[in-house]
Every structure is written in C-alpha cells, then in structure tokens.
C-alpha cells in the first residue's frame, strides 16, 4: 500500500549553477471520500478547489490509480483517469481533486532551473495540452519510487542525483506523447497493466490468478501471454522486480540488510540472501562492499 510522504527540498547556489533542481516531490494516496489534500503542506502550496492556487515552479503529478478532475488558466475542466500525467506551470493559476467516490493515488515532482527554463520553452510540452496519457507504464512507477528513496536516504549528492531522474521522467513523458498511438496489441497493452501491477506492489504478496481476473485474463492465457513477452513467468517477474529493486537500495541508501530485506518483501533476511546470492552471484553485503 502506498505511504503518504512528501519533501520540500532548500535550493543552494550549486543546485541553481547546476541548471535544474528539485523543489518537492512526493506521493499520496487519497481513499474514497477522504479530505484531500490528505497532507498539510506549506501554505505557499495549500490546495483548495474553490480558491486553486499558483506556484512558483513546474510540477509533474502521475495518477497512478483512481480518477478526478483537473482545470487551469489554460484549460476547461477535464477528466483525469488512472495512468495520467499533468503538468502545472509556475505562475499559472490550477486546481486538481481526485473523484469522492474513487480517490485517487498520486505521484508529484517539482523542479526549475535555468536549462529547465530552456526546455520547457521550446515546444516539448505545451499549456494548452497538460496531459500526457501513459496508461499501466510501469517505467514511470520506477522512476518515481527511486526518485523518493533517494531523496528519503539523502546521500551526498542526491540532489543532482534527483535532477537526473526527473529528466528521465520528462524524457520518458515526450516519447510517450510523440508515439501514443504505435501499440494497438490488446494482449500487449494487458500485459502492462500487470507489470505496472506487480511493480506498484512489488514488495507484497500477489496472487497472480487474482491479477489475471483484474486485466481481465484467463490464468493460463495469461501466463503464457506474459511469459511470451517478457521471457518471465509472472511470478518469476515478480521476484526479479524485487531483487532488482534491493540491487539500488544496498548501492543507494544506507539501509541495512534485514531492512532491505523488509521493504523488497522477504520473509526473513535469510530467504533473501539466499535468493539474492542465487541471483547475482554474490551476497548481498558483498554486493554493497563491491559497488
């Protein structure tokens, strides 16, 4: 399940000399008929639908699950389904709340800079069209969940480190946008939805019979059909996403063993090891030492 968190981060001159930084990121997730804004932010972001607001900076927000409503200065009221991007724009009014009966779950970057400045003034994105449709892509979902363990481990560096996977983000957004319409494979697009489902909870337990009912799919048509794909079983998939996931936590945050073991879903530190081991050919803290 998702974690309220969110961090608004101080700007030094060698974030402003390096061309772009981080402002806020963070992520939320609003239960049907829960006040939102679920978090109390700064007063210089407080949300409200009757007023909206202005800020200062450009903001991404992914809506991973759920639905609302978006309108801005530049656009009529719109529907925001799950699978949706949306750009705010500094100095523009906006406003946002997800559907009282659906809630929503919500992922958010903020970030400036001169370069940033550079390419959002040349045509990439437009005011009139915030919306960027990615459907059940698990990338974005990756990119978001290392954007905020790195920001929550706060290593030497990180913010430059978070610089570069916002661009990633805004570099995946573009290609999305510029080739939306070159994937009419429905047995592909299903697929995705379930490799957007195993990384949005790569750290529980999933029933993958379960899954394939949600697509909706036949359990064997959909084993083979992911398998086909991906080269993976889906529960292979699974382990391999968590694994992979635990890889950037030993290089990325300080973090121990069993800890890292908790957050990727294992059942005891030693499972881990064990699987982990079998996998990269080392153990895990040797991993750490070595990287």
């Not at 069209?129 to 790195?150: R, S, W």
């Not at 573009?174 to 994937?183: I, M, S």
């Not at 790569?202 to 084993?223: C, V």
């Not at 800890?259 to 499972?271: A, D, K, L, P, Q």
Request: net charge positive; glycine share 8%; aromatic share 14%.
């Amino acid at each position: 399940m998702l974690a309220n968190y969110f961090k608004y981060l101080t700007i030094t001159d060698i974030e402003e000399r390096w061309g772009m930084y981080i402002t806020s990121t963070g992520c939320s997730r609003v239960v049907p008929h829960d006040h939102y804004p679920n978090q109390e932010h700064p007063s210089s972001h407080h949300l409200t639908w009757n007023r909206g607001r202005i800020l200062n900076d450009y903001y991404v927000v992914f809506i991973s699950k759920g639905q609302g409503v978006y309108e801005s200065a530049h656009t009529t009221p719109a529907e925001v389904e799950a699978g949706t991007c949306f750009f705010l724009y500094p100095g523009v009014w906006h406003r946002y709340k997800p559907d009282p009966a659906a809630g929503w779950q919500e992922y958010w970057v903020g970030f400036n800079g001169a370069y940033i400045e550079q390419l959002m003034g040349s045509g990439f994105f437009s005011l009139q069209k915030p919306f960027v449709f990615l459907g059940m892509n698990k990338d974005i979902l990756i990119f978001f969940q290392e954007l905020l363990e790195t920001v929550q481990a706060s290593l030497t560096g990180y913010p430059q480190q978070i610089a570069g996977i916002t661009m990633r983000i805004l570099g995946l957004l573009n290609n999305v946008a510029l080739h939306r319409d070159e994937h009419p494979d429905p047995v592909g697009k299903l697929i995705a939805k379930a490799k957007f489902m195993i990384q949005e909870s790569f750290e529980h337990t999933i029933d993958m019979q379960k899954l394939a009912e949600e697509l909706p799919m036949g359990y064997s048509a959909f084993r083979k059909a992911f398998k086909r794909i991906t080269g993976e079983s889906p529960n292979q998939y699974h382990l391999n996403v968590r694994l992979n996931r635990a890889k950037k936590l030993l290089t990325s945050t300080v973090l121990n063993i069993n800890e890292i073991s908790n957050h990727t879903g294992f059942e005891s530190v030693y499972y881990f090891s064990k699987l982990f081991k079998k996998k990269n050919g080392v153990s895990p803290r040797s991993y750490r030492n070595e990287n």
